[in-house]
């Protein structure tokens, strides 16, 4: 276990040199990772969300590729498909990018609901399926998707089935003006990621994930997890609540984020941390989609998380 946090520290601690001052933002990445999910970085253009995801897939040391989505990006671009090759009369499958263990997908919101969909089975399952042949994808295969706000021209909202597959929506925001300043003075043309090394091999991240399983979740830290899901459900402002595959991430997510903080066991404080990121991508308010809905959805949601009594 404490081989499995140190590994954890490592990455965050890489991570976070190259997004300075945003240590907290780097663990929940980290706990994507660990968890076995997918991670989705939503923010305005220019605060380092490709950053942070070049940064996580070079540390980790895996196969890598990155697909910027575009409106006119098509299913076939993405995950591949047969050609005919004339020296040998056949059809021969080339593989698409998705074929890798960090898939980059960047602005993901840029393209079409049909290109956003090719992804579903790939995430859900690790695997694709093409003219009547499934495909596996390797075990350790981890989306990082960005994507901008919804209000910003040119820009598709994810269908729910798409948002579900992620595990965490986190934002950036904008640096401290100290950092800022300090990357003004020092970067220049320099890339911090290109700085970085290999720290963290596949079997030392294999052991890490399988260490999540590992860590504890007593039974008030669950009934503490599973009262804020069906207050989700029972709060008249979301047309449904927090399904029960929501609730079965958000455990495994408790998990990996106890692990990312040093600790055997889940607190309560791992429910409460995780709570927007989990869950509130995953919730809708009653009367359809709007402008300012995601600020909304997070007012309620921690409206929700604080009426609950925690547990001692």
């Known amino acids: 276990m404490m081989d499995a946090s ?24 980290v706990t994507a990772l660990l968890s076995g999910g997918h991670l989705l970085v939503e923010d305005a253009p220019g605060v380092g969300k490709t950053t942070l995801a070049r940064a996580l897939a070079k540390v980790v040391g895996l196969p890598f590729r990155r697909v910027q989505f575009t409106s006119d990006l098509m299913p076939a671009d993405v995950l591949g498909g047969n050609v005919f090759d004339p020296s040998r009369a056949t059809f021969q499958f080339r593989p698409g990018p998705i074929f890798t263990s960090v898939l980059l997908a960047d602005e993901i919101n840029r393209t079409t609901p049909k290109t956003q969909s090719a992804l579903l089975e790939a995430m859900e399952e690790r695997q694709v399926s093409l003219d009547g042949e499934t495909r596996p994808l390797p075990p350790e295969f981890f989306v990082i998707a960005t994507q901008n706000p919804l209000d910003f021209e ?3 909202p994810l269908p729910e ?27 220049g043309a320099e890339d911090p990621v290109e700085a970085l090394t290999t720290s963290v091999g596949a079997e030392a991240l294999a052991r890490a994930k399988a260490a999540v399983d590992q860590v504890r979740v007593e039974g008030p830290v669950l009934d503490y997890l599973h009262a804020l899901v069906l207050a989700t459900r029972d709060s008249k402002a979301f047309a449904a609540g927090a399904s029960t595959r929501a609730a079965l991430v958000f455990v495994r997510a408790v998990r990996a984020r106890a692990l990312v903080e040093g600790r055997g066991h889940a607190l309560p404080d791992d429910v409460k941390a995780l709570a927007e ?3 509130a991508h995953r919730l809708r308010l009653r009367g359809g989609y709007s402008v300012g809905e995601r600020d909304e959805v997070i007012r309620v949601l921690r409206a929700i998380v604080e009426s609950l009594a925690v547990p001692r």
């Open 6 to 29: 140190e590994t954890a520290a490592r990455i965050v601690e890489a991570v976070s040199s190259v997004i300075r001052g945003k240590e907290e933002k780097a663990k929940l990445a």
């Open 154 to 156: 040119g820009t598709y």
């Open 161 to 187: 089935s798409q948002l579900d597959r992620f595990t965490l929506r986190i934002t950036l925001g904008p640096p401290h003006p100290e950092v800022e300043r300090a990357l003004l003075e020092r970067r």
């Open 277 to 279: 990121p989990v869950l």
